[in-house]
């Protein structure tokens, strides 16, 4: 029952957030729904990244990870979106070619540590 609690979790949140990024994309115009629906997204990456972790019964007390799993979403976030760039990690980005499947995967994965 808690394997199907938890794809059930993942799964609704794939499906929300498909639905509601159509629908903010359909029905929003200007230049803010390009900013909405990328925070959109993070959001539901780092929530996919929460659910995968849900069963797990060990959780650590440590408040590092958390704390370090947010602000380094938020850099990135707020990076993306080119309210802030960070000169000496560009030319590490441009290196590792961090495009938006990289970026997919560490929203995930910060997600992930959150709750770890």
């Known amino acids: 029952m808690q394997d199907i609690k938890r794809i059930a979790f993942s799964l ?3 499906v929300g957030s498909a639905l509601l990024s159509n629908f903010i994309t359909l029905y929003l115009h200007g230049d803010v729904v390009d900013t909405i629906v990328t925070i ?7 929530l996919f990244g929460v ?14 990870r958390k704390v370090f ?5 938020l850099i990135v976030v707020f990076m993306e979106l080119g309210y ?3 000169p000496y990690l560009e030319p590490y980005a441009q290196y590792f070619k961090l495009d938006a499947f990289y970026m997919v995967m ?4 910060c997600g992930y540590l959150f709750v770890d």
């Open 69 to 73: 799993a947010i602000v380094a979403m």
């Open 51 to 64: 659910s995968l972790n849900q069963g797990r019964k060990k959780k650590s007390k440590a408040v590092f």
């Open 106 to 109: 560490f929203y995930i994965f």
């Open 40 to 46: 959109l997204i993070v959001m539901a990456l780092f």
């Open 12 to 14: 609704l949140i794939i």
């Open 84 to 86: 802030f760039m960070l």
